[in-house]
């Protein structure tokens, strides 16, 4: 590797690289490109403040959201073409690989009963519904402004999200996801409200999908001041929780969330973290529980994110790890996107970690995302095999898929017995 550039030779025998160096470098679109004809997704502005993008499927079915809006993508050395065999990324020029556009549901061109389109519902981010629930976060209202700077969602809610979605409205794009594209989990993201009301908000919906659907459910909000709340998620089936606290390094936090300091603090979210990774061992035994732990690798020394690493799956939680993406109109705008070649140390710790401590990775059914590197892809990454881990994780993956059809199965039955 000279620099930052890596040979194409080496990046066509590695989809996990290439999907890092696709997260830092972003890629041009080629005129002959006609994804949405081609029955691609649309490229949507609103990601819950993570970016746009262009979904993909790379060689070795791993899904991604490719940057190809900003400013820094239109410098990659990186271009899409569509050719009669199909669509091709090129690197410098040479066919690096063949992918896929990730399909477009006919669902997204439907309305739900209420008049509303069902993609400002909910959108599919790989291969799982996402919700951006409820309004606008308040960091970005109110007399005092208090972001996080790398944030979107303020600049976009009510273009590309509705800003009410009922349980009804929910449940119908739910209905359709799982019947036409075969969604397995639904992730729920709100940002901050006052009086905590988030789960509050969030809660008719699990209520619902566990009942009628039997789907994994996940809930990314702040931590609730009130940290027994998740015990009683648990209970109801809730299967995952995801605390974004986004750096771990103190100054850097106050610096770049400043809403997020002044109401909690980095020392609550990490005590957030800490509480509900022990919630694994109570609750409903047949509904598996994940707890995460999400940075954004690039805002601060690759050191650092490796020390949110060790500490989250010290814990017992895993790390979700996003690639910093300077989204357009946000105070980031400028910045400039991580180097693949720091980021490759801190992909290639997630996945070590997570197997040193024997977490439960890649073992839910069917859930591809494209917006991060799993700690199960960055496998490519890592000299290290540990077989014996990635065998317990072959047979917990088997149990997972085994529960999870009894689970939706019987939600359908008790369903249509009602
Ligand atoms: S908490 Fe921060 S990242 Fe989340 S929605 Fe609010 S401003 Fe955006």
């Excluded at 990601?47 to 262009?54: E, K, M």
């Excluded at 995302?369 to 047979?395: D, G, I, Q």
Aim: with cysteine; hydrophobic share 35%.
């Amino acid at each position: 590797m000279s620099g930052d550039r890596i040979p194409t030779s080496i990046l066509s025998r590695n989809p996990a690289l290439l999907k890092l160096d696709l997260y830092c470098k972003g890629a041009r679109l080629d005129e002959s490109c006609y994804i949405e004809g081609d029955g691609g997704r649309k490229i949507l502005r609103t990601r819950a403040g993570l970016g746009s993008g262009l979904e993909l499927i790379l060689p070795g079915g791993l899904w991604t959201n490719v940057p190809v809006t900003e400013p820094f993508a239109q410098r990659s050395p990186y271009q899409i073409h569509r050719t009669p065999g199909g669509y091709f990324v090129r690197h410098d020029g040479e066919d690096v690989a063949q992918v896929q556009l990730s399909p477009r549901p006919e669902w997204y061109d439907s309305q739900t009963e209420t008049g509303k389109p069902m993609t400002r519902i909910g959108t599919l981010q790989g291969t799982y519904l996402g919700i951006y629930q409820a309004k606008v976060c308040e960091y970005w209202t109110g007399p005092k402004k208090s972001n996080c700077k790398f944030c979107s969602v303020g600049l976009n809610l009510g273009v590309d999200d509705a800003n009410e979605k009922s349980v009804s409205e929910v449940m119908e794009v739910v209905r359709r996801a799982r019947d036409e594209s075969g969604i397995t989990y639904v992730d729920f993201n709100t940002g901050h409200y006052d009086g905590d009301t988030y789960l509050d908000i969030l809660e008719p919906y699990l209520v619902r999908i566990k009942k009628e659907l039997g789907l994994l459910v996940g809930f990314q909000t702040p931590p609730h001041r009130d940290l027994r709340r998740y015990d009683a998620l648990r209970e109801m089936g809730l299967n995952r929780v995801s605390f974004c606290f986004e750096i771990f390094d103190r100054d850097t936090f106050k610096d770049v969330c400043p809403g997020k300091d002044k109401e909690y603090g980095l020392d609550y979210y990490l005590e957030a973290v800490r509480y509900c990774a022990a919630l694994g061992r109570k609750g409903p035994r047949h509904e598996p529980w994940v707890t995460n732990g999400e940075i954004i690798a690039g805002l601060e020394p690759p050191e650092s994110s490796i020390r949110a690493i060790d500490w989250v799956t010290s814990m017992g939680a895993i790390p979700t790890v996003c690639v910093f993406r300077p989204l357009v109109g946000t105070d980031l705008q400028d910045a400039e996107p991580p180097k693949t070649s720091e980021m490759v140390p801190v992909f290639r710790r997630l996945y070590e970690a997570c197997m040193e401590r024997g977490l439960p990775i890649g073992c839910a059914p069917n859930v591809h995302v494209s917006l991060v590197m799993l700690p199960e892809e960055c496998r490519a990454l890592s000299p290290r095999r540990f077989p014996v881990h990635r065998m317990k994780l072959a047979a917990m993956a088997t149990a997972f898929r085994y529960q999870f059809r009894r689970r939706t199965e019987r939600a359908s039955a008790q369903a249509h017995a009602s």
